[in-house]
């Protein structure tokens, strides 16, 4: 094949959204440019250029605007040219400088014209018209638009009615004029069938989803943003796994998208759909974080799945899309006008079905049951648990509320921006971080925020276990911790976290026996600190000559003897639990590469070599590591390494992790993780109650005692244990959160 086949072939990738299929195009041909003429070379780099802008790359694709104008300049190229300035344009716009967006367009108007592109003339009429209302020039802005609408009906361009009609779309929504706003998207959108561009659907979409909403048509608006989902999830399926980030940077403006989606599902009280969404949300999270790996479960080709009103309606406007679809050879230009009226005339049928669908349709509706929801995944498990879940918005956090047992779901909307909530968990971790400072006013501040919209449907439905679904930043604070003004949400309740895969083990059956492989290191290797408390918590844990006072049969593999072989020999022992206590470093907003378990030789040991490396984890029933530390220093964490580690223990065959938000004590974590351990095994107490009373000996200050077996323990009382609120910390060796409520469990509870 050709060069200039290859170029064709990979700008047409570009307008499909097939974006992995055009790098590899560009690539290819940039192999060979020593071959090349100039002119396929700079046609590739404008190729290069128009992927990286789709992708948000705005670096990238000036980088390769700049290579291939160069050489059009030096060939005389004014077409091109002018092309790739309104590229350029793009760019800046993005990147915030307005002055050199409307210097390139201004430029480009004049070659366009000159040689006579009305695609690109029209184009740049729009884009001149944009800059004017963003400077509020509105006449201006507005005399650009009726150039550039009469260019595309005079020349009978698709392509340049629908950049109008979406533009005037856009313009009337921006305006209030809500009916005018709905028309120029209806007619945006029956032409996008010939254009084949699904990039193109997911903008329309987006714009029903905002007009429909204003218009007080929820239903439709719902419908519509599914729509502009499922659009962004093929896009999304079609981006390279590629070291510099596509995927993450396509996604930086697109997350709104499923957040907003999913917060007016919750308003709508159509929770199980709304859960579908933050799934996705987080299966996208976990996908990133392990670097797109082709032999994962690809999860953007999930799609937003439809209730049977939307089914239907989907199902008679996809045979109106088919009949506006085919080629001129097949249909008539006469006759494609007709097919796009009737198309127009069927989505205003459509949207005014959702207007004015009836109450007790709208209440059987929200009854449908999709598959996996909370109501689900908790069915039939004792001890009155409930799941709470987070979505942590721009400018609010939403809660859902499900506890199956009694039938009940229920949704609140909290005010915050994400920039303050970020700043009070920072402020309240270092509080946490520091044993010597009070964390209680700035947990209590928390409470109100996360827990106490909530708090009278715990108690009025008896719950008693708390399966939180954390978002964003949330995930790097202890929800035990959270602070009423008289107790710790520890007092109250049993916790655990959840992930996306706990839907496959969150109902297995606990085991009765424990058989424990410990493992740890104590010395201090390549510039990580001693941990001189390890030896004490594995012999706290593992009994391995039955003659000590470890609390279950098994083995310990302490120092050099931990080593990646000996983790993968306890697992062919089948162990029930893998305990591992030494350096284990998250790196927030890094990838599964970047955090690692620090092996007793020194040797680190990624969670991507967990994920891949042979390790089987089917028959284990807890993966704890005890020691594990998160930085969270930079702006706008999101926590997804955490759900990472999880999830990479679950999907290899673990049904539970505990670790750590922080590496607590060495004097303290010796005690709790035996005091887990024995309440675990000698009551018969699930993995949440035994952490729980584990937490609460060392909050009523019983550490010491924990260690000390002849003198007993108050581990068994649960409730009302704490004292006086004012007594000072330093009376009560254990008792501030900082060593007891890092401890995260996530997974089966049981």
């Not at 790098?23 to 404008?46: D, G």
């Not at 160069?70 to 077409?79: N, T």
Request: with cysteine.
């Amino acid at each position: 094949m050709k060069f200039p086949v290859f170029i064709s072939i990979g700008e047409i990738y570009v307008e499909q959204g097939k974006y992995e299929k055009a790098l590899q195009c560009y690539k290819k041909v940039l192999s060979k440019a020593t071959i090349l003429t100039e002119i396929h070379v700079a046609n590739t780099y404008k190729g290069l250029a128009h992927l990286y802008s789709e992708l948000n790359k705005s670096e990238l694709s000036i980088e390769n605007c700049n290579k291939a104008l160069e050489i059009y300049a030096k060939i005389g190229d004014a077409s091109n040219t002018a092309s790739l300035k309104s590229i350029l344009a793009s760019n800046f716009k993005k990147i915030g400088d307005l002055d050199k967006a409307i210097e390139q367009t201004k430029g480009i108007i004049q070659v366009a014209e000159d040689s006579n592109s009305q695609k690109d003339t029209i184009v740049e009429l729009r884009n001149l018209g944009k800059s004017c209302f963003i400077k509020n020039n509105r006449e201006k802005g507005l005399e650009y638009y009726e150039k550039a609408f009469a260019l595309a009906k005079k020349t009978h361009s698709d392509f340049g009615l629908y950049v109008m009609h979406f533009s005037y779309g856009y313009l009337y929504y921006n305006e209030r004029e809500y009916d005018k706003a709905l028309r120029h998207f209806v007619q945006a959108y029956v032409l996008l069938p010939k254009l084949k561009r699904p990039r193109f659907s997911n903008r329309v979409c987006q714009g029903f989803f905002r007009v429909l909403n204003a218009m007080e048509n929820p239903g439709g608006a719902i419908y519509f943003a599914k729509k502009g989902i499922n659009s962004m999830q093929f896009i999304r399926s079609n981006i390279p796994k590629d070291p510099q980030n596509l995927n993450e940077a396509f996604m930086q403006n697109k997350k709104y998208y499923y957040g907003t989606l999913a917060d007016a599902l919750m308003l709508a009280a159509r929770y199980s759909e709304a859960e579908q969404i933050l799934r996705m949300l987080k299966q996208k999270e976990y996908y990133d974080f392990i670097c797109r790996d082709s032999t994962a479960e690809d999860p953007r080709r999930i799609k937003a799945q439809f209730n049977s009103f939307e089914q239907r309606w989907d199902g008679q406007l996809a045979t109106h899309w088919q009949r506006c679809k085919g080629t001129s050879s097949e249909i008539a230009d006469r006759n494609l006008e007709v097919e796009r009226k009737a198309f127009e005339d069927e989505l205003f049928h459509c949207i005014n079905a959702f207007k004015t669908l009836k109450k007790q349709d709208k209440a059987q509706l929200k009854a449908e049951h999709f598959h996996h929801d909370a109501r689900e995944d908790l069915t039939g498990i004792g001890g009155s648990p409930a799941m709470v879940s987070y979505l942590v918005l721009e400018n609010g956090i939403d809660i859902v509320v499900t506890a199956p047992y009694c039938n009940f779901q229920k949704s609140y909307t909290i005010s915050i921006t994400s920039a303050d909530l970020n700043k009070i968990i920072g402020n309240w971790r270092e509080l946490l971080l520091s044993p010597d400072r009070d964390p209680k006013p700035l947990g209590r501040q928390l409470y109100q925020l996360l827990f106490k919209p909530i708090a009278k449907d715990m108690q009025a439905n008896k719950v008693r276990h708390i399966v939180f679904h954390l978002d964003g930043a949330l995930r790097y604070i202890p929800m035990c911790a959270l602070y009423d003004g008289q107790k710790y949400l520890i007092q109250r309740y049993s916790i655990s976290m959840f992930t996306f895969l706990d839907e496959e083990t969150i109902k297995t059956a606990p085991q009765k026996n424990w058989r424990a492989a410990a493992m740890g290191t104590s010395k201090s290797v390549h510039g990580y600190p001693a941990l001189s408390g390890v030896r004490d918590e594995l012999l706290g844990i593992v009994n391995a000559k039955q003659s000590g006072t470890g609390v279950l049969p098994g083995k310990i593999y302490l120092d050099n003897a931990f080593t990646e072989a000996a983790i993968k020999q306890s697992l062919t022992d089948q162990f029930s639990v893998l305990h591992i206590a030494s350096h284990f470093m998250f790196v927030p907003n890094g990838s599964e590469k970047d955090s690692f378990l620090l092996l007793g030789d020194g040797t680190p040991l990624s969670l991507a070599e967990l994920r891949t490396g042979g390790f089987d984890l089917h028959g284990l029933n807890l993966l704890a590591l005890s020691a594990c530390e998160t930085a969270v220093q930079m702006s706008n964490p999101d926590g997804r390494e955490l759900d990472g580690l999880a999830i990479t223990a679950q999907k290899n065959g673990a049904e539970s992790v505990l670790a750590t938000l922080w590496q607590v004590s060495d004097d303290s974590t010796p005690l709790i993780m035996k005091r887990f351990y024995r309440l675990r095994e000698k009551k018969g107490l699930s993995k949440a109650e035994a952490l729980r009373e584990a937490q609460l000996t060392f909050l009523q200050g019983g550490g010491e005692l924990a260690g000390n077996e002849k003198r007993g323990t108050r581990a068994d009382v649960v409730g009302d244990l704490m004292d006086d609120p004012t007594e000072s910390f330093s009376e009560k060796s254990y008792a501030h959160p900082y060593y007891w409520a890092p401890f995260l469990l996530m997974g089966n509870w049981q």
